[in-house]
């Protein structure tokens, strides 16, 4: 009998079965994923996907950041390992595995080679945790055994011809055909001149053809944005979709663009396989396992520990400038009495503090993976503490770091620039630092800087009245010695600017405000150039082409000639107006007609421009004028409006257009061939205007046939079907009104003839009760016959 133990190294065949499987049975029917190996169980089966084939896991090399959190968590968490697995990031496998080398590198140092790992496999053992372990390479030549699973798997995973297979792919064809017989039945509505609109399904999940997925839209700032938003509106109205073969153009031309793509990922391979970036990296991987400066190899870029500026730029500003003040000029230390002053006067400037102690501040260097490393150390605290006995014991307890228990991260220890400038904590005191108290010892005086050479070295601190005086006297008779000076120096304050009140920095404006407020400038000054027109202008009113017809009206004697200059004023203004403000219909015509009005334009003299105030004064008198004028026509008993229309009726009739004058006249002193040549013009023109206008309409009643065609003939349709069921519907409440009439007398003679039915049945029953007793009667007569018959023979 042969047993089979199920277990060992994973092949690269069961790995393949194993993902198929996973595929189409799930993570929870492990049990019928591992009836596909035969050579594995349940556990196992589960154990390798979650250990290695999962594609979440992280196969990578091991980083300082992971080592480190892994380190500081093991201790927090010891033998958590389920805990501190997806804190890292990597299987519970892995964790321990690191942790253990991590371990060994601790306790044996530089000197571990990756030959003698106590965890290596050799010849003959048996691999405790497979699952964790690459997959073995399949033999050219396989088992029976492992060639009848492989087809058993083959066939089980490709059975897609069963009951649930055919239930789901009659399901998807039921789906199909409806959505294909709504899609039909939409177009013929469409066909037909009916819209249908699509209903907004109820959907839990997001739309992505109808909205943007988790869109946040910007909240409204200080500047208004209508202008942008309408222009992107407009951009998306002409925004037209193109698919990727109607950008790529035709498909030899994509097919060769392809073909180059292709050939330069080639020469970028062939590239690679020459500089031999393969071998580099295993040296690099062979170095960093071996515990040396394998992380120079790697070239890993650590992160850049820059320490936090201590001096702002003001402080920087102030230093060179009392360096540049505290400078005294060599010539005038000469002209200023030579050696003997440099002798007398010691230097002042300041010593840096760096120079006081006497040794030089450097930079510290980071450490590398000897005995500086934090992980190497975390690792040989680790290793201290499992060494370590019981507490029960007594004693002390191995020495290790204090740990940071603060979270699951561990604290960075960034090394800092050390600032020469800031007061040293630890360096000693030097000259003229200030000396701390020591315990024990006796105090001693506050140093000073004696450049200048007036205190005797040695001398008490008390002094006597006639010590002092003494050395006052001294004084006087050395300073009475000294040479006369050469230069005189004074000093001067900066006069100092008075502030005021402290306003808040000008907010610096968005381009698009200024645009804006640029654009309301130049359309308030346009609108204040409109004003600044004439109302007929304004109005943009036709001028006339020939001012001669302004004449001067009849005035009272005496004022002919002030009628005469009103006359010659209104023509002035209205060649300006017409060249200057010309109607917009005419602004918009050819390049010539331009240069003929700027020319035109150009030949009229300007007029005298009034100001604001001066045009409101003038309209103001014309409104009291106007006012006066209505007032009359009220005080008159008129009403103003029929004045005004009477008015401009009268003075129209008194005017015609004669022909051949070529200008208007007036009617009381043209001629009757005149006033015929006028209407016959007037008719000429109304008859031009109404062909214009019958051309016009014809068009637009072209056009909108053109328009409403379809929906004429959907309201012919439509009127016939409303003509149809109105008339079923007339013959429908005939039918009603017969059927209830109908009701009615049924339920009227409807009791007679139930009553009527049933008398007639009662005869029939007494009938029938009569004729079934006769019929008894003669049936007892048969017997009785019969038997005399007998008993008689």
């Known amino acids: 009998m042969r047993i089979t133990i199920k277990g060992g ?42 250990e290695w084939l999962d594609p979440s896991i992280k196969k990578t090399e091991w980083t300082r950041e992971e080592d480190e959190k892994l380190l500081h968590l093991a201790k927090i968490m010891p033998t958590q390992w389920r805990t501190i697995a997806p804190i890292v990031g990597r299987t519970p496998q892995q964790c321990l595995e690191r942790y253990e080398k991590l371990l060994s590198q601790a306790a044996s140092g530089e000197s571990l080679d990756p030959r003698d790992d106590p965890r ?23 088992d029976e055994d492992e060639k009848e699973m492989l087809a058993e798997a083959r066939a089980r995973l490709a059975n897609t011809r069963g009951k649930k297979a055919k239930r789901m792919a009659r399901e998807k064809q039921l789906e199909e055909a409806k959505r ?34 988790f869109e946040r839209r910007a909240p409204a700032g200080f500047y208004d944005t209508g202008a942008e938003a309408e222009k992107t509106r407009e951009l998306q109205r002409e925004f037209r979709p193109m698919s990727y073969t109607d950008a790529m153009g035709d498909t030899k031309k994509r097919a060769a663009i392809e073909r180059v793509l292709l050939e330069q990922d080639k020469a970028k391979e062939r590239k690679m396989m020459e500089t031999d970036r393969a071998g580099e990296l295993q040296r690099a991987l062979r170095a960093s396992a071996a515990g040396t400066a394998g992380e120079a190899v790697m070239g890993r870029r650590r992160k850049m520990m820059m ?22 000029d060599a010539e005038a230390l000469e002209g200023a009495g030579g ?21 030089e501040m450097r930079t510290p260097r980071a450490q590398g993976a000897g005995g500086g490393d934090a992980v190497m150390e975390a690792a ?32 960075r220890r960034s090394v800092a620039t050390p600032n020469p400038l800031a007061t040293p904590a630890g360096a000693g005191a030097g000259p003229g630092a200030t000396p701390f108290a020591t315990p024990g010892a006796t105090p001693g005086a506050t140093p000073y800087r004696d450049q200048f050479g007036l205190n005797q070295p040695g ?6 009245p006639a010590a002092d005086a003494a050395r006052r006297g001294d004084l006087r008779g050395a300073l009475a010695a000294l040479p006369k000076p050469a230069n005189q120096y004074s000093v001067e304050l900066p006069a100092m600017e008075d502030e005021g009140e402290v306003r808040e920095p000008a907010r610096e404006m968005d381009a698009a405000e200024l645009d804006r407020m640029a654009a309301q400038r130049a359309e308030e000054e346009r609108l204040a150039e409109l004003r600044r027109r004439p109302k007929a202008a304004q109005r943009g009113l036709p001028a006339p082409a020939s001012t001669a017809a302004v004449q001067a009206c009849g005035a009272p004697r005496g004022l002919e000639a002030a009628a005469e200059a009103l006359a010659e004023e209104m023509r002035a203004l209205i060649d300006h107006d017409a060249a200057k403000y010309p109607p917009e219909g005419e602004s918009k015509k050819g390049k010539k007609s331009a240069k003929r009005r700027r020319e035109a334009a150009a030949a009229v003299p300007d007029l005298p421009r009034y100001a604001e105030a001066e045009l409101q004064q003038a309209e103001l008198v014309v409104e009291e004028e106007l006012q006066e004028l209505l007032a009359a026509v009220r005080a008159g008993g008129e009403d103003v409006e029929e004045a005004v229309h009477a008015g401009w009726e009268a003075a129209a009739g008194e005017f015609l257009w004669l022909p051949s004058q070529g200008a208007y006249g007036r009617a009381a002193t043209a001629s009757n061939a005149d006033k015929l040549d006028s209407m016959r013009e007037a008719f000429r023109r109304l008859r031009g205007v109404m062909e214009r206008e019958a051309k016009t309409a014809a068009k637009l009643a072209q ?24 008339t079923e519907c007339a013959r429908a409440r005939l039918q009603l009104s017969l059927f209830r009439a109908l009701r009615e007398q049924e339920e009227w003679a409807a009791p007679t003839r139930v009553k009527a039915m049933e008398a007639l049945v009662e005869r029939l029953r007494a009938r029938e009760e009569a004729l079934q007793k006769e019929y008894k009667e003669l049936i007892d007569k048969r017997e009785d016959a019969k038997r005399a018959a007998e008993a008689a023979a």
């Not at 002042?348 to 006497?358: F, Q, S, V």
């Open 9 to 50: 190294v994973w092949k690269n065949t069961e790995d393949e079965i194993l993902k198929a499987a996973v595929m189409k049975y799930g993570l929870n029917q492990w049990s019928r994923i591992s009836s596909l190996l035969v050579r594995k169980s349940a556990k196992q089966c589960k154990a390798r996907w979650y």
């Open 120 to 142: 290596r496999l050799r010849p003959g053992e048996i691999d405790p945790n497979p699952e964790s372990k690459p997959a073995r390479p399949d033999a050219v030549d396989m």
């Open 180 to 213: 294909l017989a709504i899609l039909q039945k939409k177009r013929e509505l469409r066909a037909a001149g009916i819209e249908v609109g699509t209903r907004s399904k109820q959907r839990r999940a997001i739309d992505y053809n109808a909205e943007v997925a």
């Open 307 to 328: 320490p936090a500026p201590q001096m702002s730029e003001a402080e920087l500003q102030h230093i060179a400038k009392m360096a540049a003040e505290g400078a005294i």
């Open 339 to 359: 050696d003997a002053t440099r002798a007398l006067v010691g230097s002042y400037a300041e010593t840096p503090a760096r120079l006081m102690t006497g040794r």
């Open 380 to 411: 040989r605290d680790l290793a201290r503490l499992e060494q370590a006995g019981t507490p029960l014991l007594g004693g002390e307890g191995p020495a290790v770091r204090e740990g940071d228990f603060g979270g699951i991260t561990p604290a």
């Open 459 to 464: 001398a008490s601190a008390l002094s006597t």
């Open 703 to 726: 056009k909108l046939d053109v328009q409403t065609r379809g929906l004429q003939d959907r309201h012919g349709k439509l009127a016939g079907e409303v003509d149809a069921a109105y």
